[in-house]
């Protein structure tokens, strides 16, 4: 018997962000209940699930409250606090991915440290407490610029600085709410790739293709599936270092590797370990989404097929622009493309945030291109016609 | 401004069973509210949407109150009285399909009235009163067995009986709930088939590929889509004539006729004005599901393509059986088939009901049969293999 009264499991879902709204379609189809612990009643899950609490993640006593009334607990962000988390298992409940697991994806240096000791491939890197630190690696990486990074509460950008003197190191180190810093070398990537993949509590794991994402500014643009003309033997490569990262760390759910592919192979960028922009195109160009993938590895139930349905899907992210709603624009972009699938994530538009996405699955990878573009473009507001 | 306070609408559909719980999946991508009016709080569709209102729809004041916090309503089942659907739209409530087109698949006297103006190929029938007019109906037909139909009310084999004596005529007809009956011949059909079309308010229609349906006991069974072995030429009879039916009758949202495949060519059986078991292979296995293009239909957007991403997708129901639960046998089921889409409704299992359905889509039309028939007679209990 579960919380929900039958066999059928109910998830709880830390975050209310579009990755728990998401969720909620392949858990209608399997049958089981998503709870989500939102910040407000109008959070892009609320609207979508019937059972919202409504609570500061960041309060035990309220992560306790809304883990009895779930099965298992999952995240639609890294941003739990660590320590609550070991509370929570210490408590009995069922967190997964669990927090030394999650704890990779939540700080950088650990990560970089973890990676390291793993021998996966990484540029270089090191600690830094000041600029001086900051100026001696960019001396012995051969020069400015380079990155630094905050090791914890990054996201879409933000937390990643690159500074081409130190100055801008001294600027950047100047943020007092950071609580750590690491620098790195600015690699000079060909593309940037991600390796997706779902791994359940007894082991199984199971390997998305490897997609090539555009970002600009830090913020995801654009993703190609399978990477255009990526060989079998680099794809493998890099699929093979997302399962041994997945297995190494005892990653439960998603895990995503963001990549640069370089001349010399790949080097491993990020880990997030949850459901991915760089997966979204898998909801309608994949067998199994990432989404459902995810809900059946914290559930420990067998794994879905992840292989592709077609040649070629291209995701475009809507990004929120000069029009405030995005409805108005459907009659244009659906009647110009009956082939698109336009997800929208509930969200009130501020410029540059992620508001929906636009899938388009073919054989031609160019012309998805457009189509998509043209389709996200138009309900930014940045074309009319 | 909609009655979400935003541009996008409010659909309200009145009916909690599993097309509601269907139609939250494209309305999640869609960013469209679904309010649902259910008998209950353990609903089919009310575990899985934010906004529920329980209530009977056999009263006007009801879905009158219904109506007011939404921008359209639609329907999950054809059970509303017509009679307050005028008043709801006396009253200014948009209503999809509208109640001059939905009395056709309320009332089956009527529809094979109108059918006959429209000369669309039906079986032969009359309206009957008592066990003489069937009795007479049978010498003119050839002889018994004849079928008799309930006028209204009827679904999943309710209302429908093979008689093949007067005996039998006027036992059925004794039936004191029933407001009226037809009298038809039994079709000697080589198959069953299902045309399903979507229609917007503007007229736009698009035809889904004809599907062969196997019905056992009055219930949707296997649907295999395409119809295997169909002929281009007799697919485009039966897409033809259900796109007639739509405009003819002014449709709004999903339509499917059903229909008898016999030497002569093809019959019209049924009608049903909503999102239909034998469309539901498209949820896995066409670019747009009938769940997204009835919404668009009754939103008057643009509606999507309804092709096929393979070229076959076979849909297989999970009707109630030994298994009290479902989920334990998930373990099984997805482990032996990775690409197995299974869809469960979160009712409670009883006898014949229909509580889920797998899709499996591929290549091979006979295989995707037996790994569907497997799955749902796994999940139904029948096999412990």
Known sequence: ???????????????????????????????????VLADSRNDSASQVVHDVSVGDYRD?????????????????????????L??????????????????????????????????????????VHSADDVASFATDVGGWP???????????????????DSGGAAEVLSHAQVPGFLVEQLVPFT??????????????????????????EGICREV?????????DHAVEAQQAALRIAGELGVVGMLAVEMFDTPDGVMVNELAMRPHNSGHWGMDGAVTSQFENHLRAVLDLPLGDPTALAPFTVMVNILGGDLPDLYPAYLHCMARDPGLKI????????????????????????SLVERARHAAAYLRGDIDE
Not at 5 to 31: H, K, N, T, W, Y
């Open 1 to 35: 018997m579960t919380k929900s009264g039958s066999d059928f499991p109910v998830v709880g879902v830390v975050g209310g962000g579009q990755l728990a709204r998401m969720m909620q379609q392949p858990a209608i189809a399997l049958g089981v209940q998503l709870h």
């Open 60 to 84: 035990l006593d309220t992560l306790r409250r809304f883990a009895d009334n779930c099965d298992v607990l999952t995240f639609d962000h890294e941003h739990v606090p660590t320590d609550h």
């Open 86 to 127: 070991h509370a929570l298992v210490d408590a009995g409940v069922t967190v997964r991915p669990g927090p030394d697991a999650l704890v990779f994806a939540q700080d950088k240096g650990l990560m970089r440290d973890r990676l390291a000791v793993l021998g996966s491939p990484v540029p270089l890197w090191r600690h």
């Open 146 to 164: 380079v990155v630094i990074k905050a090791t914890r509460g990054g996201y879409d950008g933000k937390g990643v600085w690159v500074v081409k």
């Open 191 to 216: 593309r940037e790739l991600s390796a997706m993949v779902a791994r359940s509590p007894s082991g199984q794991a199971v390997a998305y293709p490897v997609v090539e994402t555009l970002q600009v």
């Open 224 to 232: 190609y599936a399978p990477a255009p003309g990526i060989s079998e």
């Open 343 to 366: 997800h929208v994530y509930g969200k009130t538009v501020k410029p540059g945030r992620k508001v929906g996405h636009v899938n388009v699955v073919g054989d031609d990878v160019d």
